[in-house]
């Protein structure tokens, strides 16, 4: 069984930065891709981000591109994601997500995603 606990979320002014983190119980850990989604009032649940396994490859939503940074750290079980540059767009619920199988297709998407986080709020006043 695994489970994730994000933290970091928090009220924050446009422009300004955050970093998430998202700690992950199980011993497999390093071996599930993980990602971070997120959801706003009346809007379906969105990619952000996800990093492989090991580390080696990221994917970006295009929304996030150039501000966002995914990583994680197998020795600690936990997956950080730092986001710069704030936007107003950017509030909403943000998700940490574990899945043990997927393709660099279906990653980008909610499907092969198994565990999931309890969510943490980001708020970006304007």
């Known amino acids: 069984q695994v489970q994730l606990v994000e933290s970091g979320g928090g009220l924050v002014q446009a422009g300004g930065s955050l970093r998430l983190s998202c700690a992950v119980s199980g011993r497999t850990f390093s071996t599930y891709t993980t990602g971070w989604f997120r959801q706003a009032p009346g809007k379906e649940r969105e990619f952000v981000a996800t990093?492989?396994?090991?580390?080696?490859?990221?994917f970006y939503a295009d929304s996030v591109k150039g501000r966002f940074a995914i990583s994680r750290d197998n020795a600690k079980n936990t997956v950080y994601l730092q986001m710069n540059s704030l936007k107003a767009e950017d509030t909403a619920v943000y998700y940490c997500?574990?899945?043990?199988?997927?393709?660099?297709?279906?990653?980008?998407?909610?499907?092969?995603?198994?565990?999931w986080g309890q969510g943490t709020q980001v708020t970006v006043s304007s």
């Open positions: 997500a574990a899945a043990r199988y997927g393709n660099i297709r279906s990653i980008v998407t909610t499907t092969p995603y198994d565990y």
């Open positions: 990093i492989t396994w090991n580390g080696g490859n990221n």
